[in-house]
Protein backbone atom coordinates (compact mmCIF):
# COMPACT_ATOMS: atom_id res chain seq x y z
CA UNK A 1 0.00 0.00 0.00
CA UNK A 2 1.12 3.71 -0.84
CA UNK A 3 0.29 4.48 2.36
CA UNK A 4 -2.19 8.23 3.25
CA UNK A 5 -1.65 10.31 0.09
CA UNK A 6 -1.65 13.96 0.29
CA UNK A 7 -1.52 16.62 -2.06
CA UNK A 8 -0.41 19.41 -3.08
CA UNK A 9 2.90 18.74 -0.58
CA UNK A 10 3.63 22.56 -0.84
CA UNK A 11 0.87 25.25 -1.04
CA UNK A 12 1.71 28.95 -1.62
CA UNK A 13 -1.20 31.50 -2.41
CA UNK A 14 -2.53 35.32 -1.20
CA UNK A 15 -4.68 36.50 1.28
CA UNK A 16 -8.75 35.88 0.41
CA UNK A 17 -7.21 33.16 -2.45
CA UNK A 18 -9.30 29.99 -2.19
CA UNK A 19 -7.15 26.35 -0.73
CA UNK A 20 -8.11 23.01 -1.13
CA UNK A 21 -6.13 20.21 -0.14
CA UNK A 22 -6.57 16.59 -0.82
CA UNK A 23 -6.09 13.26 1.08
CA UNK A 24 -6.37 9.75 -0.03
CA UNK A 25 -6.57 7.49 2.99
CA UNK A 26 -4.94 4.01 3.12
CA UNK A 27 -7.72 1.78 1.61
CA UNK A 28 -9.58 -0.25 4.03
CA UNK A 29 -9.53 2.41 6.82
CA UNK A 30 -12.75 3.62 7.61
CA UNK A 31 -11.38 6.41 9.98
CA UNK A 32 -9.82 9.76 8.38
CA UNK A 33 -8.29 12.62 10.55
CA UNK A 34 -7.50 16.08 9.65
CA UNK A 35 -4.62 18.12 11.79
CA UNK A 36 -3.51 21.45 11.60
CA UNK A 37 0.31 21.60 12.79
CA UNK A 38 1.86 24.84 14.30
CA UNK A 39 4.73 25.95 16.54
CA UNK A 40 2.83 27.59 18.78
CA UNK A 41 -0.15 25.00 19.49
CA UNK A 42 1.15 22.29 18.45
CA UNK A 43 -0.84 19.39 16.48
CA UNK A 44 -4.67 20.15 16.66
CA UNK A 45 -7.65 17.97 15.43
CA UNK A 46 -9.86 19.70 13.17
CA UNK A 47 -12.24 17.27 12.06
CA UNK A 48 -12.64 13.34 11.83
CA UNK A 49 -14.68 11.16 9.45
CA UNK A 50 -16.67 7.33 9.84
CA UNK A 51 -17.54 5.51 6.78
CA UNK A 52 -17.44 8.87 5.13
CA UNK A 53 -19.66 10.85 7.50
CA UNK A 54 -18.18 13.77 9.57
CA UNK A 55 -18.11 12.87 13.09
CA UNK A 56 -17.10 15.55 15.27
CA UNK A 57 -15.77 19.06 13.54
CA UNK A 58 -15.28 20.86 17.02
CA UNK A 59 -11.92 21.41 16.11
CA UNK A 60 -12.22 23.36 12.24
CA UNK A 61 -11.58 27.07 13.66
CA UNK A 62 -14.19 28.90 12.01
CA UNK A 63 -16.46 29.03 9.08
CA UNK A 64 -13.70 29.39 6.27
CA UNK A 65 -12.73 26.45 6.99
CA UNK A 66 -14.81 23.29 5.59
CA UNK A 67 -14.23 19.54 5.17
CA UNK A 68 -15.71 16.76 2.31
CA UNK A 69 -15.70 13.39 1.79
CA UNK A 70 -17.81 12.15 -0.89
CA UNK A 71 -15.94 8.52 -0.92
CA UNK A 72 -13.91 5.96 0.97
CA UNK A 73 -10.91 6.73 -1.16
CA UNK A 74 -11.29 10.42 -1.30
CA UNK A 75 -10.93 13.86 1.05
CA UNK A 76 -10.88 17.96 0.88
CA UNK A 77 -10.40 19.94 3.45
CA UNK A 78 -10.59 23.62 1.98
CA UNK A 79 -10.31 26.91 3.10
CA UNK A 80 -12.04 30.00 1.81
CA UNK A 81 -10.96 32.69 1.90
CA UNK A 82 -7.61 31.78 3.21
CA UNK A 83 -6.01 34.28 5.50
CA UNK A 84 -2.05 34.24 6.70
CA UNK A 85 -2.96 32.86 10.05
CA UNK A 86 -3.72 29.64 8.47
CA UNK A 87 -0.56 29.17 7.56
CA UNK A 88 0.71 25.61 8.89
CA UNK A 89 1.31 22.06 7.81
CA UNK A 90 -2.08 20.08 7.50
CA UNK A 91 -2.01 16.38 7.65
CA UNK A 92 -4.57 13.95 6.82
CA UNK A 93 -4.38 10.40 8.74
CA UNK A 94 -6.62 7.01 8.42
CA UNK A 95 -6.99 4.67 10.49
CA UNK A 96 -8.84 1.35 10.87
CA UNK A 97 -10.64 2.45 13.94
CA UNK A 98 -11.23 5.20 16.58
CA UNK A 99 -8.51 7.60 17.47
CA UNK A 100 -8.11 5.87 21.31
CA UNK A 101 -7.53 2.28 19.97
CA UNK A 102 -6.16 2.12 16.44
CA UNK A 103 -2.57 3.18 15.15
CA UNK A 104 -3.23 6.51 13.13
CA UNK A 105 -1.36 6.59 9.62
CA UNK A 106 -0.07 9.73 8.58
CA UNK A 107 0.32 11.33 5.30
CA UNK A 108 2.88 13.19 4.69
CA UNK A 109 1.07 16.93 4.97
CA UNK A 110 0.90 19.69 2.96
CA UNK A 111 2.91 22.50 3.97
CA UNK A 112 0.93 26.01 3.06
CA UNK A 113 2.03 29.45 3.43
CA UNK A 114 -0.85 32.37 2.91
CA UNK A 115 0.79 35.25 1.98
CA UNK B 1 -10.98 19.32 29.67
CA UNK B 2 -7.77 16.95 28.91
CA UNK B 3 -4.40 18.26 28.09
CA UNK B 4 -0.85 16.65 27.62
CA UNK B 5 2.25 18.47 28.64
CA UNK B 6 5.71 17.58 26.86
CA UNK B 7 7.88 20.33 28.73
CA UNK B 8 10.61 19.58 26.70
CA UNK B 9 10.35 22.04 24.22
CA UNK B 10 13.99 21.27 22.60
CA UNK B 11 16.64 18.75 23.57
CA UNK B 12 19.60 18.37 22.67
CA UNK B 13 22.29 15.44 22.83
CA UNK B 14 25.47 13.94 21.67
CA UNK B 15 25.49 10.38 20.48
CA UNK B 16 25.04 7.72 23.22
CA UNK B 17 24.04 9.79 25.40
CA UNK B 18 20.32 8.44 27.51
CA UNK B 19 17.70 9.83 26.61
CA UNK B 20 14.63 10.55 28.71
CA UNK B 21 11.62 12.59 27.43
CA UNK B 22 8.78 13.91 29.58
CA UNK B 23 4.67 13.44 28.88
CA UNK B 24 2.31 14.43 31.37
CA UNK B 25 -1.59 14.10 31.30
CA UNK B 26 -4.16 15.91 32.96
CA UNK B 27 -7.63 13.02 32.96
CA UNK B 28 -8.32 11.24 35.90
CA UNK B 29 -10.06 7.36 34.15
CA UNK B 30 -8.15 5.01 32.04
CA UNK B 31 -5.86 5.85 29.29
CA UNK B 32 -4.87 4.71 26.27
CA UNK B 33 -1.57 6.15 25.75
CA UNK B 34 1.03 6.70 22.45
CA UNK B 35 4.25 7.93 21.33
CA UNK B 36 4.73 8.72 17.74
CA UNK B 37 7.48 10.52 15.65
CA UNK B 38 7.90 12.55 13.05
CA UNK B 39 11.51 12.71 11.36
CA UNK B 40 12.86 15.64 9.30
CA UNK B 41 10.71 15.58 6.06
CA UNK B 42 9.12 12.70 6.85
CA UNK B 43 5.03 12.49 8.26
CA UNK B 44 4.58 11.17 11.51
CA UNK B 45 4.38 7.25 12.88
CA UNK B 46 4.10 5.23 15.55
CA UNK B 47 6.91 4.48 18.01
CA UNK B 48 4.66 2.95 20.68
CA UNK B 49 1.68 2.90 22.70
CA UNK B 50 -0.29 1.74 26.26
CA UNK B 51 -3.21 0.01 26.46
CA UNK B 52 -3.15 -2.15 29.58
CA UNK B 53 -1.01 -4.52 31.21
CA UNK B 54 3.08 -4.38 31.66
CA UNK B 55 3.24 -0.62 32.30
CA UNK B 56 6.88 -0.47 30.33
CA UNK B 57 5.80 -0.85 26.87
CA UNK B 58 9.27 -1.86 24.54
CA UNK B 59 8.89 0.34 20.76
CA UNK B 60 10.81 0.47 17.94
CA UNK B 61 14.17 1.14 17.22
CA UNK B 62 14.89 0.54 20.90
CA UNK B 63 12.47 2.82 22.75
CA UNK B 64 10.51 2.15 25.26
CA UNK B 65 8.10 3.74 27.48
CA UNK B 66 6.67 3.81 31.27
CA UNK B 67 3.46 4.78 32.50
CA UNK B 68 3.43 5.66 36.09
CA UNK B 69 -0.32 6.36 36.84
CA UNK B 70 0.58 7.73 39.79
CA UNK B 71 2.40 10.52 38.48
CA UNK B 72 -0.03 10.31 35.14
CA UNK B 73 3.27 10.28 33.32
CA UNK B 74 4.10 8.78 30.13
CA UNK B 75 7.92 9.30 29.84
CA UNK B 76 9.79 8.19 26.39
CA UNK B 77 13.13 6.92 27.05
CA UNK B 78 16.22 5.07 25.14
CA UNK B 79 19.45 4.56 27.19
CA UNK B 80 21.71 5.31 23.75
CA UNK B 81 20.34 7.73 21.11
CA UNK B 82 21.76 7.63 17.33
CA UNK B 83 22.42 10.95 15.19
CA UNK B 84 19.31 8.58 13.49
CA UNK B 85 17.13 9.70 15.92
CA UNK B 86 17.02 13.11 15.71
CA UNK B 87 13.23 14.02 14.99
CA UNK B 88 9.74 15.11 16.87
CA UNK B 89 8.51 13.21 19.36
CA UNK B 90 4.66 13.87 20.08
CA UNK B 91 2.96 11.74 22.94
CA UNK B 92 -0.82 11.49 22.34
CA UNK B 93 -3.43 10.49 24.76
CA UNK B 94 -6.99 8.91 24.89
CA UNK B 95 -9.07 9.28 27.53
CA UNK B 96 -11.48 5.35 27.23
CA UNK B 97 -15.02 6.24 26.69
CA UNK B 98 -14.47 9.29 24.19
CA UNK B 99 -12.94 9.08 20.76
CA UNK B 100 -10.56 12.04 20.89
CA UNK B 101 -6.64 11.45 20.55
CA UNK B 102 -5.24 14.45 22.45
CA UNK B 103 -1.77 15.04 21.21
CA UNK B 104 1.31 17.24 23.10
CA UNK B 105 3.00 20.35 21.24
CA UNK B 106 5.86 18.02 20.89
CA UNK B 107 9.83 17.81 21.81
CA UNK B 108 12.41 18.58 19.41
CA UNK B 109 15.12 16.22 19.80
CA UNK B 110 18.58 16.79 18.16
CA UNK B 111 21.74 14.36 18.56
CA UNK B 112 24.65 15.05 16.95
CA UNK B 113 27.60 12.23 16.61
Known amino acids: DAGVIQSPRHEVTEMGQEVTLRCKPI?????LFWYRQTMMRGLELLIY????????DSGMPEDRFSAKMPNASFSTLKIQPSEPRDSAVYFC?????????????FGPGTRLLVL | AQSVSQHNHHVILSEAASLELGCNYS??????LFWYVQYPGQHLQLLLK??????LVKGIKGFEAEFIKSKFSFNLRKPSVQWSDTAEYFC???????????FGTGTRLQVFP
Open chain 2, 92 to 102: AVNAIGTDKLI
Open chain 2, 27 to 32: YGGTVN
Open chain 1, 49 to 56: FNNNVPID
Open chain 1, 27 to 31: SGHDY
Open chain 2, 50 to 55: YFSGDP
Open chain 1, 93 to 105: ASSSGPQGRETQY
